[in-house]
């Protein structure tokens, strides 16, 4: 999954050129201003993509089920990775 858009806010997949990253990074902005409100990322210790919200922002229960969603639809397409090696 590379971009989603949703009603607020925009979900991007940075091209960040690391070999030894066997994940992906995505930054997470509002779609009006483009202003970053935070990124999604593989946290190792928890074995899943998680989102790291950046300082002073504040979330509505639509945006979180965005995200969420987001989420979920990351895990499946590693699921389904894992599945086909």
Request: proline fraction near 0%; hydrophobic fraction near 20%; aromatic fraction near 8%.
């Given at each position: 999954m590379d971009n989603k858009e949703y009603k607020y806010m925009l979900i991007e997949k940075l091209n960040i050129e690391n070999?030894?990253?066997?994940?992906?990074?995505?930054?997470?902005k509002t779609k009006k201003a483009k202003f970053i409100i935070?990124?999604?990322k593989w946290h190792p210790s928890w074995r899943q993509y998680c989102f790291f919200p950046g300082?002073?922002?504040v979330f509505s229960k639509g945006c979180l089920e965005?995200?969420?969603?987001?989420?979920?639809?990351l895990?499946?397409?590693r699921k389904n990775k894992n599945n086909e090696s």
């Open positions: 070999k030894k990253r066997k994940t992906n990074i995505y930054s997470v935070g990124c999604i300082q002073d922002t965005d995200i969420n969603n987001f989420l979920e639809q895990k499946q397409e």
